[in-house]
T-cell receptor, first 110, second 115 residues
Framework: QKEVEQNSGPLSVPEGAIASLNCTYS??????FFWYRQYSGKSPELIMS????GDKEDGRFTAQLNKASQYVSLLIRDSQPSDSATYLC??????????FGKGTTLSVSS | EPEVTQTPSHQVTQMGQEVILRCVPI?????FYWYRQILGQKVEFLVS????????KSEIFDDQFSVERPDGSNFTLKIRSTKLEDSAMYFC?????????????FGPGTRLTVL
């Protein structure tokens, strides 16, 4: 069974702090990794994609991938109340499907 | 910015009825997908479609489900005889290139309620 695991949270951080979201996956053959943000009742919205080991930065967001540990993370710097949402880790393993984790709920308090 | 669109936004149906959910993928995209999300649960893959045929389907996508690209723009998901457990958000997605090499962009979803 191919699994993507995330802590469901909620993760609570004060405004301006760094939020750290983590994800592990079971299939070593996984090739591509994505972080989506989902507001309640809305569709997943892409934040970051990462394909190779190391860090990838985009504005306040940094994705980190460690294939040896089967671990991918998302850091959000200078967290804002508008960042409050559920963050979905998605992994492409083979074929065409994205396998999603259950998501981590982030709450940023002002 | 191009986006995936879906209609209707909310569909209410009686158990046993057929429903068709519609999607218009991004115009130059070639690969199309359906996912569903039961309330409070994870997003689950249903099916992918390329070159007018199914590329891959999950265990959820049984004989009650079918997909079709009836013209050059629409991509539909049909549920033949709806069950209570089909109540969920259904998301359409599309990519220009192969999944894994390209990002899947999601439509706003259709909320299906089966009574």
């Amino acid at each position: 069974q191919k699994e993507v695991e995330q802590n469901s949270g909620p993760l609570s951080v004060p405004e301006g702090a760094i939020a750290s979201l983590n994800c592990t996956y079971s299939d070593r053959g996984s090739q591509s990794f994505f972080w989506y943000r989902q507001y309640s009742g809305k569709s997943p919205e892409l934040i970051m994609s990462i394909y190779s080991n190391g860090d990838k930065e985009d504005g306040r967001f940094t994705a980190q991938l460690n294939k040896a540990s089967q671990y991918v993370s998302l850091l959000i710097r200078d967290s804002q109340p508008s960042d409050s949402a559920t963050y979905l880790c998605a992994v492409h393993q083979a074929g065409t499907a994205l396998i999603f984790g259950k998501g981590t709920t982030l709450s940023v308090s002002s | 910015e191009p986006e995936v669109t879906q209609t209707p936004s909310h569909q209410v149906t009686q158990m046993g009825q057929e429903v068709i959910l519609r999607c218009v993928p991004i115009s130059n995209h070639l690969y199309f997908y359906w996912y569903r999300q039961i309330l409070g649960q994870k997003v689950e893959f249903l099916v992918s479609f390329y070159n007018n045929e199914i590329s891959e389907k999950s265990e959820i996508f049984d004989d009650q489900f079918s997909v079709e690209r009836p013209d050059g723009s629409n991509f539909t998901l049909k549920i033949r005889s709806t069950k209570l457990e089909d109540s969920a958000m259904y998301f359409c997605a599309s990519t220009k290139g192969l999944a894994g090499e390209d990002t899947q962009y999601f439509g706003p979803g259709t909320r299906l309620t089966v009574l």
